[in-house]
């Protein structure tokens, strides 16, 4: 069992920044994709950025914005988020995809991180 542990989020206005920091109770051979999703009210849980392997994969919306950085030693990974706007509101959730036995990946989540944008 993998635990996540998220930092950051919080209340900021439009045009601002904002920081979030998720470590691993892992190491990184094990960890297949990491990153952060999202979800609005009311929204499936989408894809805002994540590591797979040596490749990064970004969400059109947050390109540009947003950027994902890791550390492989922890492991951890950090999001920082410039230029927020209102409708990045939503809960922030930390993912790492373990290699499992058999071919089967499992994934991991954080608590989620409420990150609001206001006007």
């Known amino acids: 069992q993998v635990q996540l542990a998220e930092s950051g989020g919080g209340l900021v206005q439009a045009g601002g920044s904002l920081r979030l920091s998720c470590a691993a109770s892992?190491?990184?051979?094990?960890?297949?994709?990491m990153g952060w999703y999202r979800q609005a009210p009311g929204k499936q849980r989408e894809l805002v950025a994540a590591f797979t392997g040596r490749t990064t994969n970004y969400a059109e919306t947050v390109k540009g914005r947003f950027i994902i950085s890791r550390d492989n030693a922890k492991p951890t990974v950090h999001l920082q988020m410039n230029s927020l706007k209102p409708e990045d509101t939503a809960v922030y959730y930390c993912n790492v995809r373990q290699y499992g036995s058999g071919g089967v990946s499992n994934d991991y989540w954080g608590q989620g991180t409420q990150v609001t944008v206001t006007v």
């Open positions: 892992t190491s990184i051979e094990t960890i297949k994709a």
